[in-house]
């Protein structure tokens, strides 16, 4: 019997759920000028992950995060619908019900179902027919017209005497900021200096937000009638129209839903999770395959559409895709057969008349060689330095960052180092996802801006990541404990330090060169020196 010690550990939610985060472009702060923080969107990830251990079915997964709220008030179910609330929102255009913001709002809405669920790129659609794909204007606003009613819902989880208390808190500090504020205007030199001080340390005082669901909910009194917009501009409504499912995927004689349909968003997602759904299971198989193999079967995992690549492999996607299905939409079985299967168990050695026929490995003759992202190179350097700080689940972690990047913010009052530096060395999927701070270490090695959907991570090599992995705080942080778990399992021995270094960087034997390298940075620069040297090694760095 198949053993499933990888699938069954809870890492394994932790670094599935990144690649679904990325999807759909998931962060704590609604980006733009302000970039404030939503109330506890935490939860969501901790969702994600939770439901990927419990190897939650897909069909029931999307209809949680598109419709949860209408299904029920469960907490679960009103976190699952924050993933509507996971788009960058402008709060310095004016009151979001000002039609133009409101229309962004929606509109991002749209866009990212048509892009994480369907693999379509819909939003070419919002102002015109679609150039290349059989989409028309009228189905983007049909679609749209599913999310009108739909609502920010921020669910206190606070006893009403304690948000009273917290509330009352808030208004006497935020008049006493108003008042220091109102007369700095008039100050300069050491006064300005020292009131700005005093306003920093009000705004410390500021009580924190209470517990909080982070989700959406329809309010139907102010629902928006969806209009067709000329060149998709609100300012030029064009004629209003109902829900539909695009008619391309849909049955001819669909029918547009009246602007009043209950639980509108139950519907699509029913619609999406249709075992029938042409697109559906095939778009979240080739993602899946793509974390394995590198590429997707569809080298356009956003783009399934007439400008998005052919599948390279069409009769594999299509028997995946049935199998996930009628399997009941299970991720860790549809795993299994792809991390057992032959291809992927090929050595990444490539032979030169393979690579004459095809270059790009397409038809994958050999594994294709893989860098680790910047979350599993932060993440391997902790465990391997054994200072992994295992604990699941809670508020997001702030590292120290250099202070001429919090400056920057709007407000670096937004940046709060996590006291309890035990924190700091938790899991990456646990570090606070802002969208304009990103840490440098992160940037450096292609993180998303997570300002859209990101179907594929950018692979760079530059002199940066070298300078990063050699002279950065994290990697000579851990590098230095590194040596210290070295030194002390070995009793300080040359070689049984290299040896030991090499078995859990690259989980084998240093080759004889490599031993003999190794042991001469030892004798000339010190443990600390070769520690960060395995760091930089490829055999650490990429997945072969």
């Not at 924050?82 to 866009?111: C, I, K, P, W, Y």
């Not at 860790?332 to 792809?338: D, Q, T």
């Not at 490539?350 to 680790?372: E, K, M, V």
């Not at 330095?385 to 920057?408: C, F, K, R, Y």
């Amino acid at each position: 019997m198949y053993k499933r010690q990888l699938l069954d550990s809870p890492p394994y939610g932790e670094r599935q759920a990144q690649h679904w985060l990325d999807v759909i472009r998931y962060a704590e702060t609604e980006g733009f000028e302000y970039d404030r923080l939503m109330p506890d969107i935490w939860r969501f990830r901790d969702y994600v992950i939770a439901a990927f251990n419990s190897d939650m079915p897909y069909d029931q997964f999307l209809m949680e995060q598109l419709a949860g709220d209408e299904l029920g008030d469960e907490p679960d179910l009103r976190i699952a619908a924050g993933f509507h609330r996971l788009g960058a929102v402008r709060r310095n255009a004016g009151n979001q019900a000002v039609a133009s913001s409101r229309n962004e709002v929606l509109t991002e809405r749209t866009d990212i179902i048509g892009s994480a669920v369907l693999g379509l790129t819909i939003g070419c659609a919002r102002c015109h027919d679609h150039k290349f794909d059989p989409i028309p204007q009228r189905d983007y606003y049909r679609l749209q017209a599913f999310l009108a009613a739909t609502r920010e819902d921020n669910v206190s989880l606070s006893r009403s005497a304690e948000q009273e208390r917290l509330a009352a808190l808030k208004i006497d500090i935020d008049a006493k900021i108003l008042e220091l504020k109102g007369i700095l205007a008039n100050l300069d030199g050491d006064e300005e200096t020292r009131v700005k001080a005093e306003i920093q340390q009000l705004q410390l005082q500021l009580p924190p937000p209470s517990p909080t669901l982070c989700s959406i909910k329809n309010d139907w009194q102010n629902a928006d009638l969806i209009h067709l917009l000329r060149r998709g501009d609100p300012d030029l409504p064009g004629p209003v129209v109902g829900m539909r499912t695009l008619g391309v995927l849909s049955p001819q004689d669909r029918v547009e839903l009246p602007a009043d349909t209950p639980q509108p968003r139950t519907k699509l997602a029913r619609d999406l999770v249709n075992p029938e759904h042409p697109l559906t299971s095939r778009v979240i198989v080739n993602r899946i395959w793509h974390q394995h193999f590198g590429t997707g079967l569809v080298s356009t995992p956003n783009d399934f559409g007439k400008n998005g690549s052919p599948p390279s492999h069409p009769q594999l996607l299509d028997y995946l895709a049935y199998q996930f299905v009628m399997g009941g939409w299970h991720f860790k079985e549809l795993h299994r057969e792809m991390v057992t299967s032959s291809v992927y168990r090929q050595a990444s050695q490539a032979s030169s008349s393979a690579t004459a026929i095809d270059p790009g490995n397409r038809r994958l003759s050999h594994f294709p060689r893989r860098r680790l992202s910047g979350e599993e190179i932060r993440d391997a350097m902790l465990s391997i330095s054994a200072t992994l700080n295992l604990t699941m689940g809670g508020p997001s972690v702030v590292l120290p960052v250099e202070s001429e990047l919090i400056d920057q913010l709007y407000k670096p009052t937004q940046w709060q180092v996590t006291s309890d530096k035990q924190q700091h060395y938790r899991r990456s999927i646990y570090l606070l996802a802002k969208r304009n701070l990103r840490l440098p270490f992160m940037e450096v090695f292609d993180q998303p801006s997570s300002q859209t959907s990101c179907a594929v991570r950018q692979q760079s090599t530059h002199a940066r990541q070298s300078l990063e992995l050699l002279n950065g705080p994290i990697a000579n942080e851990l590098a230095a404990a590194f040596a210290r778990r070295l030194t002390r399992e070995t009793d300080s021995d040359p070689r049984a330090i290299v040896r030991h270094a090499f078995r859990l960087a690259t989980a084998r034997e240093p080759m004889a060169t490599e031993m003999d390298l190794s042991h001469s940075i030892l004798e000339e620069l010190g443990v600390n020196e070769f520690a960060l040297a395995v760091f930089n090694l490829n055999a650490f760095l990429y997945v072969d």
